[in-house]
């Protein structure tokens, strides 16, 4: 399968604390996403950070990537109880034609009040 | 503007039945995908249109197919439907659908087969 993993699959930490969740994924990339599900609702994009960045902030939202190590972070500062959903991170095949996404498997963030 | 309108939001089916979900995309996006999502195999890529024409899809069997229109709404339709079919079915559009390009996705369609 060429889905990417993520790691950890779920995290639980109090409000105001710093939230970090990771994803590998297999292939050369073009691109790598970040995106919020609340609930099995639709997806939101958060970030996206291009195979020749290193880091990328928005927000509160802080990603780096490592195309060497094939891995990417998310880093959320200052967590509140609105940020609890599932974490996906989603590549873009560098040798692909469209923005066909191949998502990670995801990280359940709870954030307790 | 408006974002992506998927319909119905809920759908129940029985085994061997067909169904056709609907999607409409941010007005002046011409690219539109589709993935599925199960708990066990995760968000898989479906298909995607670009000006009605297929341009990409995914290792689906071929009872799961599309088609785009002029306005760029789109449909997809799974036929003889199999218990495993049941998933939430998100729809996503982007303008072009070039490889820098986010996805806006759509709340989905929970299908239910029984």
């Known amino acids: 399968s060429q889905q990417g993993e993520e790691d950890p699959q779920a995290l639980s930490i109090q409000e105001g604390e710093n939230a970090t969740m990771n994803c590998s994924y297999k292939?050369?990339?073009?691109?790598l996403q970040w995106y919020r599900q609340n609930s099995g609702r639709g997806l939101v994009h958060l970030i996206l950070i291009r195979s020749n960045e290193r880091e990328k902030h928005s927000g509160r939202l802080r990603v780096t990537l490592d195309t060497s190590k094939k891995s990417s972070s998310l880093l959320i500062t200052a967590s509140r109880a609105a940020d609890t959903a599932s974490y996906f991170c989603a590549t873009v095949w560098d040798g692909g034609a469209t923005n066909k996404l191949i998502f990670g498997t995801g990280t359940l963030l709870a954030v307790q009040p | 503007k408006a974002g992506v309108t998927q319909t119905p939001r809920y759908l129940i089916k029985t085994r061997g039945q067909q169904v056709t979900l609907s999607c409409s995309p941010i007005s002046g996006h011409r690219s539109v995908s589709w993935y599925q999502q199960t708990p066990g195999q995760g968000l898989q890529f479906l298909f995607e249109?670009?000006?009605?024409?297929?341009?990409n899809k995914g290792n689906f069997p071929g009872r799961f197919s599309g088609r785009q229109f002029s306005n760029s709404r789109s449909e997809m339709n799974v036929s003889t439907l199999e218990l495993g079919d049941s998933a939430l079915y998100l729809c996503?559009?982007?303008?072009?659908?070039?490889?820098?390009?986010?996805?806006?996705f759509g709340s989905g369609t929970q299908l239910s087969v029984l």
């Open positions: 249109y670009f000006s009605e024409t297929q341009r």
């Open positions: 996503a559009s982007s303008g072009q659908g070039r490889l820098n390009e986010k996805l806006f």
């Open positions: 292939t050369s990339i073009n691109n």
